[in-house]
């Protein structure tokens, strides 16, 4: 048996959310799966039709993770089927008995946000005792791996395996229309799907959309998502007066997330670092390589995992302004970005759930 631990799992909303769900499915194809997960509204009803064993944990945050890690350190007392753990967070094993995993296999996700803490401060020696527990650690991409090690965790430990997505989702008739609609004869037509946050650097996309709309004036652009900056961000476009150019969106299914993603020319998001956060992968650039859009990330962070430059897409400097206006020209060029979105959606085949499982299988095999 395969027992998941998590902090983040649907119906809450995020990549994360996302990575932990289409693993633990994956791997329910192949072994009985037990998952202890935090309680979220409608977590009842999301939870009525899963192929595998999920436990809820409710409560104070303060008092909940002490309560999960009594009832996990009990079913592991208990249950003797389990032969593997993996944990989303270094926090979901930090209070996991490790006398109990030691005829285990252990394996720990880490993410470039959680574990960025100073070397010989109080959390990066929590984060190192709590990672010595696990015989693999798992980096979402090359870049967490690098900053992994340069905070002193175990190298020969960690494993890089990009987070996978699922199959590639047709857009319906339906939605395509209503996308089409929202588009109109707009071009290019740019698109971003992500919280809101201060690390996804929609405010620098914002201000070149005014300077290229001298170029471009029938430009258009969607900011799919929500977020603690969202207000600031509604704020900036009145001020900048691209009322008409930038349409926000928010709580729309899948499918019709992938109908936007569809018909746009460009996804961008070009991420910083903003203080300790800053983007481990990013599963959106996949999910629009999918649909054959070609994408623009940020040389900050993982970005460059999920994009190869100058054939699915481009990296630029996501703290300056010129060069995200410099890469937008560039990849409307020749048309290139519709090249980049051919070559992004065959790239995309190798970030399929049920081929990036057997990477997971392996090291727990």
Not at 173 to 195: G, H, W
Not at 208 to 229: A, H, Q, S, V, W
Not at 293 to 303: C, E, K, L, Q, V
Request: contains cysteine.
């Amino acid at each position: 048996m395969y027992l998941i631990i998590t902090r983040t799992f649907p119906p809450e909303l995020g990549g994360m959310q996302m990575l932990m769900w289409g693993l633990t499915n994956e791997l329910a194809k192949h072994e009985k799966v037990k998952v202890f997960a935090e309680d979220y509204k409608d977590a009842k009803e999301h939870d009525k039709n899963i192929n595998f064993s999920i436990e809820r944990v409710s409560g104070f945050k303060i008092f909940r993770k002490f309560r999960k890690a009594n009832l996990i350190n009990e079913y592991l007392k208990n249950e003797h089927s389990v032969t593997t753990v993996i944990a989303d967070h270094w926090k979901s094993l930090e209070k996991i008995d490790q006398s109990l995993l030691h005829n285990k296999k252990t394996l720990c996700l880490i993410h470039s946000k959680e574990i960025n803490h100073p070397v010989g401060s109080g959390l990066n020696e929590r984060v190192l005792n709590t990672l010595s527990k696990t015989n693999f650690i798992i980096s979402n991409s090359n870049f967490t791996k690098k900053l992994a090690i340069s905070l002193n965790i175990s190298p020969e430990k960690i494993k890089v395996i990009n987070p996978g997505v699922e199959r590639y989702e047709k857009p319906s008739d339906e939605n395509i229309k209503i996308s089409k609609e929202l588009f109109k004869n707009s071009f290019p037509k740019l698109i971003t799907v992500s919280r809101f946050d201060k690390r996804k650097n929609h405010d620098k996309v914002i201000m070149t959309i005014r300077n290229l709309r001298e170029i471009y004036p029938n430009i258009k652009y969607l900011c799919i998502g929500y977020g603690d900056e969202e207000n600031n961000l509604k704020k900036l476009v009145k001020e900048l007066k691209l009322e008409n150019i930038i349409i926000f969106k928010k709580n729309i299914n899948s499918n019709l997330k992938s109908a936007f993603l569809n018909q746009s020319d460009i996804f961008i998001m070009p991420s910083i670092i903003y203080k300790k956060s800053v983007e481990g992968f990013g599963i959106s650039f996949m999910e629009a390589a999918q649909q054959g859009t070609a994408s623009i990330g940020g040389i900050d962070g993982g970005a460059s995992d999920a994009i190869k430059h100058e054939e699915t897409g481009l990296i630029c400097d996501g703290n300056n302004l010129n060069s995200i206006y410099e890469s937008i020209l560039k990849i409307l060029d020749n048309d290139n970005y519709k090249k980049y979105g051919e070559n992004a959606k065959e790239f995309s085949k190798d970030f399929n759930w049920d081929i990036i499982v057997k990477q997971y299988l392996k090291l727990i095999n």
